[in-house]
Nanobody, 123 residues
């Protein structure tokens, strides 16, 4: 059974840092693009970041460029999202996605999803 499990979400103050983790099991995704998305109440799921299979290429939504960093460790079956200088606008449930089959920013092009981890950023 394929599983993606996110962790690391918590309440932080604006300007603090936190790191999200996405641990995978049930199959290897070492050849697949992985992504992070987020969804705030009443909004659509939004692309945050993506990383290609070996970490050589990364992609970000403009609003997080320079603040967030996506990385991966294929030996540990884990993808990370380092969130520096978070803002209240970053408050959302963050989802890990795997096995992209097209445009990396399109959530409909990912086959596997985790259950999400809540990130809340206060002033």
């Amino acid at each position: 059974q394929v599983q993606l499990v996110e962790s690391g979400g918590r309440l932080v103050q604006a300007g603090d840092s936190l790191r999200l983790f996405c641990s995978t099991s049930g199959r290897t995704f070492s050849s697949d693009t992985m992504g992070w998305f987020r969804q705030a109440p009443g909004t659509e799921r939004e692309f945050v970041a993506a990383i290609n299979w070996n970490g050589g290429s990364t992609y970000y939504v403009d609003s997080v460029k320079g603040r967030f960093t996506i990385s991966r460790d294929n030996a540990k079956n884990t993808v990370y999202l380092q969130m520096n200088s978070p803002k209240p606008a970053d408050t959302a449930v963050y989802y890990c996605a795997a096995r992209n089959l097209g445009t990396y920013s399109n959530p409909r092009r990912y086959l596997y999803w985790g259950q999400g981890t809540q990130v809340t950023v206060s002033l």
